[in-house]
């Protein structure tokens, strides 16, 4: 019976290499891949999954507006949908990847981000915490050794932003994988940083 799997973890935490190594398992098995990803992340290539440890794919793109359920007829049957950056999908969207679930009984493997820089739900991970089978966090570390579950954004002079947009894509140079309570101490350090100037 096919399932709606949910994998997430913070930045850093190995989730597109999963992704991939998730893909070459079902290949060499003789299946078929949809692998996908949100138009939404471009900083690899429009089209290409990558890992921080070098692996790296060619997926089909998912504009914001498109429907999976018609994307996947487009795309032809396979045996397996894996989906990268998870959360840039709409909640629509995903609704779309539980339908192939139960209606075409399609294992959908979904990998990203749970929350944004400042903590709150990213609208395609909420809708997969409501409707996935399985949920597993992947995890990883912070520079003190805890469990890392913040996605720290950061400046260019390495202070945490607690503003802006939810969406800015970057890598290891614009975010920090940090435990909840080494992101609230840095941020009360600027802070109070900031009265004293």
Same mark, same amino acid.
């Given at each position: 019976?096919a399932?709606?799997?949910?994998?997430?973890?913070?930045?850093?935490?190995?989730?597109?290499?999963?992704?991939?190594?998730?893909?070459?398992?079902?290949?060499?098995?003789?299946?078929?891949?949809?692998? !996908?990803?949100?138009?939404? /992340?471009?900083?690899?290539?429009?089209d290409?999954?990558?890992? +921080?440890?070098?692996?790296k794919?060619t997926a089909?793109?998912?504009?914001?507006?498109? /429907?999976?359920? &018609?994307?996947y007829?487009?795309?032809? +049957? =396979?045996? *397996?949908?894996i *989906?990268?950056?998870?959360?840039f999908?709409?909640?629509?969207?995903? /609704?779309? #990847?539980?339908?192939?679930? /139960? %209606? &075409?009984?399609?294992?959908?493997l979904?990998?990203?981000l +749970?929350?944004?820089?400042?903590? =709150?739900?990213?609208?395609?991970?909420q809708r997969? %915490?409501?409707?996935?089978?399985?949920?597993?966090?992947i995890?990883t570390?912070?520079?003190?050794g805890?469990?890392? !579950? *913040?996605?720290? +954004?950061?400046?260019?002079?390495?202070?945490?932003?607690?503003?802006?947009?939810?969406?800015?894509?970057?890598g290891?140079?614009?975010?920090?994988?940090?435990? =909840?309570r080494?992101?609230?101490?840095?941020?009360?350090?600027?802070?109070?940083?900031?009265? #004293?100037?």
């Amino acid at each position: 019976m096919a399932k709606l799997y949910f994998k997430y973890g913070a930045m850093g935490s190995s989730k597109s290499a999963q992704a991939l190594i998730t893909q070459f398992n079902y290949e060499e098995k003789g299946m078929t891949v949809w692998l !996908i990803k949100p138009a939404t /992340d471009t900083r690899d290539g429009a089209d290409i999954v990558k890992s +921080r440890i070098g692996l790296k794919r060619t997926a089909e793109i998912i504009t914001p507006e498109q /429907d999976i359920v &018609e994307a996947y007829r487009k795309a032809g +049957r =396979h045996d *397996v949908v894996i *989906v990268d950056e998870a959360q840039f999908l709409s909640p629509a969207q995903i /609704d779309g #990847l539980r339908w192939l679930v /139960d %209606m &075409e009984d399609i294992p959908v493997l979904c990998f990203g981000l +749970r929350t944004d820089f400042l903590t =709150h739900f990213f609208p395609g991970a909420q809708r997969l %915490m409501e409707l996935a089978d399985s949920i597993t966090e992947i995890k990883t570390i912070c520079s003190c050794g805890r469990k890392a !579950i *913040v996605n720290a +954004r950061i400046d260019a002079l390495g202070r945490v932003v607690t503003e802006g947009a939810q969406v800015m894509l970057g890598g290891n140079d614009s975010y920090v994988a940090m435990c =909840h309570r080494c992101w609230k101490k840095k941020i009360e350090e600027q802070e109070g940083q900031m009265t #004293l100037e």
